[in-house]
């Protein structure tokens, strides 16, 4: 089970950093990610281990799932310092591009990264880098000369929106970059508290293995006393 949710944080995460990948000039957002399901995927292999060696009390098995455990445990100790290390370095990442990804805007025939500025102020309700206004400064807004910005800043609510600057009630006021970077922290916040609480499970497993190899130590040997004669 432990497992299964460690894999499906980690596809969370990537599913969702696709609608934002045209922010980042680096994929390091990923790495923890990566660590997390392979982490979940090998999980599963040593949980299977432990169950074996456990129902069969092998000194040996029980040994071996303790060590296995012992060094994923680890390795999600990495996970949670590389996801604050890069969650801390998001909003730079973000400031860093953003801007150029607005100027790279397209919107008479979108391409990828006009789509994904598109769904973004539709989906966190926001538009502009800071404000509405950041339209003005951008290569489309210019080359449109109409006044108005993308239909995606219009509210959700309204059915007669065009998108123009006399009417900025019926934009988004809030600026996306914030919203950007607030999104994405809570990704890396998911995968930093995921790793957390399994690395508190694999701590009780690793306990109760231990528990059960000093059972298997103090039990005594098993032997066949013979005292003569003969015995059906």
Not at 57 to 63: D, I, N
Not at 169 to 174: K, N, P, Q, T, V
Request: proline share 2%.
């Amino acid at each position: 089970a432990a497992a299964g949710i460690l894999c499906y944080v980690g596809a969370y995460v990537f599913i969702t950093y696709d609608d934002y990948d045209h922010f980042f000039e680096d994929v390091y957002t990923l790495i923890p990610a990566v660590i997390i399901i392979a982490v979940g995927t090998l999980l599963f292999i040593i949980g299977l281990i432990g169950c074996c060696a456990t129902i069969r009390e092998s000194r040996c098995g029980l040994a071996t799932f303790v060590i296995i455990l012992l060094l994923v445990f680890v390795t999600e100790v990495v996970v949670v310092v590389l996801g604050y290390i890069y969650r801390a370095k998001v909003e730079d990442e973000v400031d860093h591009s953003i801007q150029k990804v607005y100027n790279g805007y397209n919107g008479t025939n979108p391409d990828a990264a006009s789509r994904a500025i598109d769904y973004v102020q539709r989906q966190l309700r926001c538009c502009g880098i800071h404000n509405y206004s950041d339209w003005e400064n951008t290569v489309w807004f210019k080359q449109t000369k109409n006044n108005s910005v993308p239909l995606s800043c219009c509210k959700a609510a309204l059915s007669n929106c065009t998108g123009t600057l006399t009417r900025p009630m019926d934009l988004y006021s809030e600026g996306c970059e914030a919203l950007v970077v607030k999104k994405l922290q809570e990704i890396m916040m998911y995968v930093i508290w995921a790793a957390l609480a399994f690395a508190a499970i694999q701590l009780l497993g690793m306990l109760c293995a231990c528990i059960v190899l000093c059972r298997r130590s103090r039990d005594p040997a098993y032997e066949l006393l013979i005292t003569g004669g003969t015995y059906a």
